[in-house]
Each structure stands twice: as C-alpha cells, then as structure tokens.
C-alpha cells in the first residue's frame, strides 16, 4: 500500500513564476492537509481539504495561495507569482474519512527554492 | 498565544546516554499527542501517539513519551540513544474540532558516537 505520494521532490523557481505542488493522498484517504516547513522551523498548517471541498484554510496566506483537491486526481498546491520568502519544504499529509483516528500521514515533501 | 513548545532546539548526546525532550502545549480541551521523527532527507514518520488510557506510550525504536494532563506536557524518553536516532523530532497536537495538527519548532539531536 502506497504511502502519501509527493511531486516534485524538489522544485526550483524564479521570482514571479508559478508552483505547483501535487499532492496524492494515501489510499482510501480523503482527508488532505498541506503544511509549510520554512527553515528552522516546526511545520505550519495551511489548509485543509476533502474531495472537492476547502474545509479549513485559515493557514494559507491571503494572496498569491491556493489548493484544490478535485474528485479526480490529486491535490494541488498552487503558488502564483513566488517570492523568496516561498522557498520552504511543503509537506501534504493524509487520513481516512469518518474515524476516531485522527493520526495523519505525511508524504517526503516538495522543497521549493525560489531564486 | 496558545501554543505547542519544545524546550530544547538543539540537543547533542553521546551514544548509550539517556534522552528526554520537553513538550508542552497550551490548549484546553481535548488533544491528542503526537511525536514524529524526521531523519535527515526523509519525511516525518510517526515515533508515538496519545489518544486516551494509558498515559506512558510506547513507541517505535525504543522510545516513550508520558502525558501529564496537570503539566500540560507530553514529554518523550528513551534510556539510550544510538547514532541513527540522529533527526530532528517534533511534538504536535490535534485539537479535537479544529481539523489540524499543531507542530512545535522541532529539537535537532545529534548522537555522537
């Protein structure tokens, strides 16, 4: 059984281009969060997704920000127009739907160097 | 601010020496208690975990953590620590309700052998 998938691993950027971090959760998961991890620091929530549905996104930044986790395929982190404040390691973590077991499940992460 | 700290960012230890690593959070309510541990160049993985019962848990390679309700801490042991348990480690908690894990800033251990 395939854990929490991530891609890219790595992901280098110039200043003003577009991120897209993918995101595929662990099987029979339908629950995904993305969390931030800038450089000396503990991981920070961003936002919290179901099929089709933002449930929490009091994590992300106002602009610039977005995630979607469609009925198909995986979630997607997108970044517009990066900074260098960007660069970070996001991490993406799954659970199941519907149980007590709130434990979560993280993926390797996408470190993302903004130049 | 409500919060989840970790006293100690840094941590060096000798091998075979014992180790323990504060946590303490500051939300009422109720939690659940994370350790995850991040070997260098991997992703987190789960050391333990405290939901109900018990509060000394067990986990992976070794290592403890205790949960003291009245502390408000959720400390995490092991009596002697190798070279591989190099990595950082992080305490979370999940605050029932409000659909996240709340990570504290991470203690860095190097075990030299």
């Known amino acids: 059984n395939a854990g929490v998938m991530q891609n890219p691993r790595h992901l280098v950027r110039r200043r003003g281009q577009e991120a897209r971090l993918r995101c595929s959760p662990m099987?029979?998961?339908?629950?995904v969060y993305w969390y931030r991890q800038l450089p000396e620091e503990g991981l920070k929530f961003m936002v919290y997704?179901?099929?089709?549905?933002?449930?929490?996104e009091s994590g992300m930044p106002k602009e610039r920000f977005s995630a979607e986790f469609p009925k198909e395929g995986p979630s997607i982190l997108r970044i517009q127009q990066v900074v260098r404040g960007d660069s970070a390691a996001y991490f993406c973590?799954?659970?199941?739907?519907?149980?007590?077991?709130?434990?979560?499940?993280f993926g390797p992460g996408t470190r993302l160097t903004v130049l | 601010a409500q919060s989840v700290s970790q006293h100690n960012h840094h941590v060096i230890l000798s091998e075979a020496a014992s180790l323990e690593l504060g946590c303490n959070y500051s939300?009422?309510?109720?939690?659940?208690l994370f350790w995850y541990v991040q070997y260098p160049g991997q992703h987190l993985q789960l050391l333990l975990k405290?939901?109900?019962?018990?509060?000394l848990v067990k986990g992976i390679k070794g290592f403890e953590a205790e949960f003291i309700k009245s502390k408000f801490s959720f400390n995490l042991r092991k009596p002697s620590v190798q070279w591989s348990d190099t990595a950082e480690y992080f305490c979370?908690?999940?605050?029932?309700?409000?659909?996240?894990?709340?990570f504290g800033a991470g203690t860095r251990l190097a075990v030299h052998p």
């Open positions: 973590a799954s659970s199941p739907p519907n149980t007590d077991n709130n434990e979560q499940f």
């Open positions: 099987k029979g998961h339908s629950h």
């Open positions: 997704l179901q099929k089709e549905n933002i449930i929490d």
């Open positions: 939300y009422g309510g109720t939690v659940n």
């Open positions: 405290y939901f109900s019962g018990d509060p």
């Open positions: 979370a908690v999940f605050r029932w309700g409000y659909n996240k894990l709340i």
